[in-house]
């Protein structure tokens, strides 16, 4: 059969998961010839494409989907773009997609985007079975027993099941070092917290799963011999490293995470920094325990908490399973111990009504005067969560006096006014049946 190719796109939102799949790829198949483009080269994509195919590869055109990514690709053609592509290239392409948005939405993904594959779920190693596959036989239905898919197939979109094991983060490198391609450094996968809103544990399932100490110390170390001094890590939950069950945190695991990095990146000159960006920490995670490991430590002067509302009705709602106490006395410990808290909070969410808005006005003022940072954001309503059908988020009067009362002073961050706008984009597509989500299932065949 022909030569291989596989051409991931990436941007600036999905560059961290494209090169976590390249490093995956590439790990196991080092004869498939990869490449990485800029999603927004549309012309470079297409002219690679077609001397590919010319040269007689056969080419998988892969992306990470964000369901916040598609008004805007919508609005360009995008993917109507890839089916030129697609019809142009004689049989030689097929157009694959993986992500939150494939995941959430996999029946939409196929029939309404046009995708031929969409991977649900994780799929460093349903990718790889795939590519095994193709190389031998080049055609959607030979992929049919690779679990964890959406395949489409004649006027069908074929559901292959769910995989029956997790992705084991230890089996792979995080980002592609040998491109000199770096990214910060994955060290847990899946939240077992169920939040109504979030994407994350219905993509990464609810077991939490932790690369080794050693592992994460190898990676490290290749990125500050490439000259990177700053070394940052992706998390759900920052402080729940290595724990086994959820919220029972563990400590001498952190511990050892904690001061094997110190000691490495002081090798090095450089530092590494944790419960910042690109991840967050829980508040009932934010003790005194852990805050004596981190202090002195951790290169970040701020810890990212999520606290959603300050309504502990809707923190029940939302299945955030804390409490109102619990954001307050994370926020009084972070600053006993010299960091600046930076809480999350989310406006318009489901179910929010005058009261709910009322305590969360009075617990931000609370926390600001504690020493807090604002982050406000807006409801999205994100398909494959149990609030896809919820109407837009939208921020009422009495939060945006209070946004406006603190934004010059510097503790109130954020694109609420941006995502408010995105939130309505998202709703017009559900409704007109772009985005389909959990009701796309229906559609799906679950065996062909």
Same mark, same amino acid.
């Not at 998961?17 to 470079?44: G, Y």
């Not at 001397?51 to 964000?66: F, I």
């Not at 219905?202 to 490439?226: A, P, Q, S």
């Not at 940052?232 to 290595?242: E, K, T, V």
């Given at each position: ?28 198949? =080092? ?31 892969? %992306? ?33 997609? #993986? ?40 055609? !959607? ?11 489409? !197939? ?35 996968? *899946? ?31 290749? %990125?500050?011999? &490439? ?7 992706? =998390?759900?939950? =920052? ?36 419960? =910042? ?18 202090? #002195? ?21 939302? &299945? ?50 504690? *020493? ?60 007109? *049946? ?9 559609? %799906?065949?679950?065996?062909?």
């Amino acid at each position: 059969m022909g030569k291989l190719a596989l051409v991931l796109l990436e941007s600036k939102d999905t560059r961290y998961s494209i090169r976590a799949v390249a490093a995956a790829v590439e790990h196991r198949n =080092s004869d498939v010839r990869l490449f990485i483009e800029k999603l927004d080269d549309v012309a470079r994509i297409i002219q690679l494409v077609q001397n590919l195919v010319e040269k007689d590869y056969r080419v998988l055109l892969g %992306m990470t989907l964000m369901t916040t990514m598609l008004p805007e690709l919508l609005k360009r053609k995008f993917f109507e773009k890839l089916q030129f592509l697609r019809r142009s290239s004689r049989g030689k392409l097929l157009l694959i997609a #993986g992500g939150p948005h494939p995941s959430g939405d996999p029946y939409g993904t196929i029939a309404r985007l046009g995708f031929d594959v969409a991977f649900i779920g994780e799929a460093e190693d349903s990718l790889n079975e795939v590519i095994n596959i193709l190389k031998q036989e080049w055609s !959607l239905e030979s992929i049919l027993d690779v679990r964890g898919l959406a395949v489409k !197939l004649d006027n069908n979109v074929c559901f292959t099941g769910r995989r029956r094991q997790f992705v084991d983060l230890n089996a792979y490198p995080p980002f592609p070092y040998w491109r000199r391609l770096f990214s910060p450094i994955e060290i847990t996968r *899946g939240c077992p917290w169920l939040c109504r809103y979030c994407e994350t544990w219905f993509m990464h399932g609810t077991c939490e799963r932790h690369r080794r100490v050693d592992v994460i110390l190898h990676y490290t170390k290749i %990125m500050l011999e &490439h000259g990177l001094r700053d070394i940052r890590f992706i =998390s759900p939950n =920052s402080f729940a490293y290595g724990e086994s069950r959820p919220g029972k945190p563990n400590i001498e695991a952190l511990q050892e995470l904690v001061e094997g990095l110190y000691r490495l990146t002081r090798q090095y000159g450089g530092r590494f920094f944790l419960g =910042s960006f690109p991840s967050e920490v829980r508040p009932e995670y934010v003790v005194e325990e852990i805050l004596k490991i981190v202090k #002195g430590k951790i290169a970040n002067k701020n810890i990212i908490i999520g606290a959603q509302t300050g309504s502990e009705k809707l923190l029940r709602y939302i &299945h955030r399973t804390h409490t109102v106490d619990d954001i307050v006395n994370a926020a009084q410990l972070v600053v006993k111990y010299g960091f600046t808290p930076d809480i999350d909070f989310i406006f318009g969410l489901p179910g929010e009504d005058v009261d709910d808005i009322l305590e969360t006005v009075k617990l931000i003022e609370k926390l600001i005067s504690i *020493g807090a940072r604002i982050h406000a954001h807006t409801f999205l309503p994100l398909p494959g969560t149990p609030f896809e059908n919820a109407p837009p988020g939208k921020i009422h009067p009495l939060v945006l006096k209070l946004l406006g009362k603190h934004l010059g002073t510097g503790k109130v961050h954020g694109y609420w006014f941006r995502q408010e706008k995105l939130a309505r984009e998202l709703d017009a597509l559900r409704k007109n *049946g772009v985005i389909l989500g959990l009701r796309g299932w229906k559609f %799906m065949k679950f065996s062909c």
